[in-house]
């Protein structure tokens, strides 16, 4: 009696919850982190489906990054409806591959530049920057130029494998443009190490490994709010900050085309915009009524914000890696 | 009766040809210096090696083809008889069926033929708890069970001391009767083949030669046999 | 059931030729435009052929002295030291960098001894990060292998040696050299061939760019640029590097019987002195503290954050637990049908199957789970499926491991108990079941053990397919980090391993309890 048994427990651990409901299925794919418990994603859930009348899978992908080359791998045969998670040095290349369908919804957002794709809608936005622990750091550097003249150790992600990285990568581009080979060379001995992703480079961070890494305007706001620890800054740079727009997109091959309709929708009302800064950790694309939390008042606000077109992006982005792999390859 | 007809093994540069009858319930053993063949032969009737030409037949049935398992032999070999993570019973009871899926009838017939080699009560202990001498009983014991129409030995009780090697060997010959059994018998020692009674196959430059009297062997060597024994 | 048998091994063949070269077939059949190498690959070819090599001799080179004195020492803890020398190999790779970090990081133990005593904090990241980590992976896996050839020296040339007045200087030139002339070269190959594909370590301490492995440039290929046809010559060049290395090392045996038994120590006479004794000792102290302290540091960290840590954890402890279990049946089903088959089929042909059984030393488990993508993606939906491809594919990883420490053990059953078995008609089951099964319980614990603690602590192939209700330990691990929980971060490296260990025990101590049974 017991192979039936523990076969039965088998399947239920390998096959996954099985739902055998009626309710129309709307299936997002987005990267990892925003599906942990931790993230926007239980909370969004919950508040979709009390009013949708039908069952929102949250499917995760790896980063940013990677939920395009999924995309990609799938093709028109995807069974997804929406994606959420690109942003706008990837869209240039999600645009290409004539998988997404335009979403003709008119949006009033609050980012700090004007904002008309007719395929993708904002849902969170941040600037890139490097954080450092003010109680370790006095000496802040002022300036992108500052930093390679310090000497200073910096924590970077790989352009290649994460959005931070590439980030960074355009941010230089946008700021020394023909130079920005010299500005990377100049970098390289500030440079610890390149990381795959973001959390490596965030957690070598934290355990002290470095003076600084480059992450989010945003990041300091996570250890006010949720460790009341006001000892992590951001550095404000003189050149301008580059700024991250996470954006999503409907599907054109989608069976649901309402439904992902009323969900991108509803992506931009308080429901959804309310549970970003606290669990993503960006600048809500729509201001909620209540307004930003606390710990979110004395963040670093750049006087300029930088950023390259979507459709500028992809040929910057070709031309600024390679260079950026000949500074660093060496 | 066992026939081996136009027995040829070559392997490189060595060779060896047996071409004789032993008659059923004959027991015989075969002599002869290391290196001559002696094993090859027994090998040859066991089903492990296939022979380059000629074939090998009992009682008028043609073994060629026949797996080791499948042939109407049972060998005992110099060492490994026993399977050392098994019970002396097990051990026994595979002689009757591989899969161990014993009746009781069968269980029965398994401690009756440990009883019968001196090893009553024994069934439940594992070989390493066995001296050299119990292990060879427990052997025999499966040989008396399976009572096969051959039985095959190399060496049996090569590291066994001089009494108790005696005792096997007229153990082997009790088997050898109640059973009815052709008997062939690897061994150096012409004592040996002396104490087995019966006949001998001499093998040496190559050749197993047909069994004649042991007692007459022994009395007449042979030129390849004096070389064996020493000038004496 | 000889026909099963047979009907398995057939199988078995087929889904590793399938996994392997039939995956690597798929990438290739999708990619949309020719590959073209550029200067980061051929930097990527080159960094990996030198940081394998130089991983490698560094393994083998310090493992010669700790292996010599484990060989002649006995002291209180030697088993204990034996057993954890076992540890490194199946750690979880991101656990392990965590604690090679919390030693050699800039703000690690050694460095803050050496900011202690006024020098430079020490530097991990780059090509020295990359060797450390691996030498760290390899060096106790080298030394059980060269204990195993000192401990298979007959005692008796050692007493002889002893009785003929040779001196420690003698008895090296006479009896370890070329003992050691013999184990070395396999040593320095399969080391070289494991860090050929190194992936997260060079991900993790490769620094950047300039420490870029073939397998991470597959990677990149595969994640950022999308380009198919590049990830599939990458993993033919990576292929064709560990053929090149293995062909030339072609009379070189591959070590097996990757198992135990080295709980015995070399008697030996003249090396009393107290110089010889104290080198020995430090030998030993080093090893273990190079190995050791990471790892407690990993435990101190964690402890903390234990009771923190949350039911989605817990959950992803399970499935890991379950994949791992699948992929240990998995392992040794595959590993004893080509084991089998090697042993029926004799001469060139077995050779075929060895080098089938190694063959996924060599393979990108990326171009593996992206192929296997394609290929599902065709006929269901891969992410149902997500927890046994993973379970397969990790089986498949182990196998090169499971198939050295079963293959030679079969060979000697063979050997001893075949002619018995064939003379009492023992076929089928009932020769697995009472002959091959019992007498292989060691290696086969071993196997398993090795197979579950790998794969428990993979987490290559699940990222490319799970979602949340599939989510594995190690992906929850690095999820936490993504989500600015150090804390439990810690807490469930500390679990993972735990589990990774513990797997290995209870399989490994249950073969030997088998075995010895």
Known sequence: ?330 | MLALEGIVVEQGNFRLTADFVVEAGARVAVLGPSGAGKSTLLSVVAGFLAPDAGRVLCDGQDLTGLEPGERPVSIVFQDNNLFPHLTVAQNVGLGVKPSLRLSQEEAAKVEASLKRVGLEGFGGRRPAELSGGQASRVALARVLLRARPVMLLDEPFAALGPALRTEMLELVREVAAETGATVLMVTHDPGDAARLGGQTVLVADGMARAPVETQALLADPPPELQEYLGAG | MRVIGGLIQALAVALVLALTLGTLAAVAWRAEEAPRLGPAEWAAIRFTLIQAALSAVLSVALAVPVARALARRSFPGRSVLVTLLGAPFILPTIVAVLGLLAVFGRNGLLSVLLVLLGLEPVQIYGLHGVVLAHVFFNLPLATRLILQGWLAIPAERFRLAASLGMGPGEVTRVLEWPMLRSVVPGCLLVIFLICTTSFAVALALGGGPRGTTVELAIYQAFRFEFDLGKAALLSLIQFGICAVAALAAWRVALPGGFGGGLDRVVERWGIGSFWLRAQDAAVVVLAAAFLLVPLGLIVARGVPGIGSLGAPVFAATGRSLAVALLSALLTLVLGLALAELAQRRRGRYAAWVEALAALSIAVSPLVIGTGLFILIFRLTDPVALALPITAVVNALMSLPFAYRAMAPSLAEIETVYGRLGDSLGMRGWARLRYLVLPRLARPMGFAAGLAAALSMGDLGVIALFADPDRVTLPMQLYALMSGYRMEEAAAAALLLLLCSLGLFWVFDRGGRLRAGA
Request: charge should be negative; include cysteine; glycine fraction near 8%.
């Open chain 1, 1 to 330: 009696m017991r192979t039936p048994i523990i076969a039965t427990a088998l399947i239920a651990t390998f096959a996954g919850p099985v739902l055998a409901q009626d309710k129309p299925v709307l299936r997002v794919l987005t990267y990892d982190s925003f599906i942990t418990e931790w993230g926007p994603g239980p909370q969004i859930e919950a508040a979709f489906e009390e009013t949708c009348g039908c069952d929102l899978q949250l499917i995760g992908s790896g980063d940013g990054a990677a939920l395009l080359s999924r995309i990609r791998l799938e093709g028109a045969r995807s069974d997804a409806d929406v994606v959420l998670g690109l942003d706008n040095n990837l869209m240039a290349l999600a645009k290409e591959t004539g998988l997404f369908a335009p979403h003709g919804i008119e949006a009033e957002l609050d980012l700090p530049i004007a904002w008309d794709d007719d395929l993708f809608l904002p849902f969170d936005w941040g600037y890139f920057a490097f954080v450092y622990d003010t109680t370790k750091l006095s000496d802040v550097p002022g300036s992108l130029e500052e930093l390679a003249a310090s000497d200073l150790q910096v924590i970077l992600e790989d352009p290649r494998t994460s959005t931070p990285g590439l980030g960074l990568l355009m941010w230089v581009e946008s700021v020394f443009g023909d130079t920005s080979g010299a500005y990377w060379e100049a970098l390289s001995d500030n440079i610890l190490t390149v990381t795959k992703g973001w959390s490596e480079a965030y957690g070598l961070f934290l355990d002290g490994e470095a003076d600084m890494v480059l992450s989010y305007t945003t990041s300091p706001a996570y250890h006010i709010v949720a460790e009341d620890d006001a000892t992590k800054a951001a550095a404000a740079f003189s050149e301008g900050h580059y700024m991250q727009v996470e954006v999503a997109g409907k599907l054109a091959g989608t069976d649901q085309p309402e439904l992902a309709d009323t969900f991108l929708r509803f992506m931009l009302t308080d429901g959804f915009q309310g549970v970003i800064p606290t669990t993503n950790w960006m600048y809500p694309a729509v201001l909620p009524e209540v307004g930003l939390p606390d710990g979110f008042g004395g963040l670093v606000e750049p006087d300029v914000a930088l950023m390259y077109p979507p459709e500028e992006a992809d040929s910057a982005r070709e031309a600024a890696l390679e260079k950026w792999l000949a500074a660093l390859a060496r």
